[in-house]
């Protein structure tokens, strides 16, 4: 997987506009300009529903509390979003008041993926 992050904040977006903007409960406003186009898992990474996951698709934001994940090539973002919701990512957390959950940490765990074919 691939990670990319957000540095648009709450108070940056709009309510309304073109395109969504994801936050850790869902979408929580739009805003003009879309910075992703496609399949991606958004991983909240800091405060109380670290480490939840959600499938999105097409033109939409997201604000900086969440990571965009994107597959790399021979693997399907279905499954890894899959095998995520399951994902206990508690020996990764971080933080005694807000908790966070870096991707230089969860990355590095391993995910059984089985051949494309079977993924789908």
Known sequence: ?????????????????????????????????ADADGES???????????AVKFVDGKYSHIGTLNRLTAKDGCCLKFLYFALSGFNSEQYRTGMVIQHIYYKDYGKAKICCPSLGLQM
């Open 41 to 51: 898992i958004l991983m909240v990474k800091d405060g109380s529903g670290i480490g």
């Open 1 to 33: 997987m691939d990670c990319h992050s957000s540095v648009l904040q709450e108070g940056q977006i709009l309510e309304r506009c073109l395109y969504p903007v994801y936050g850790a409960t869902g979408i929580c406003g739009y805003t003009e300009t």
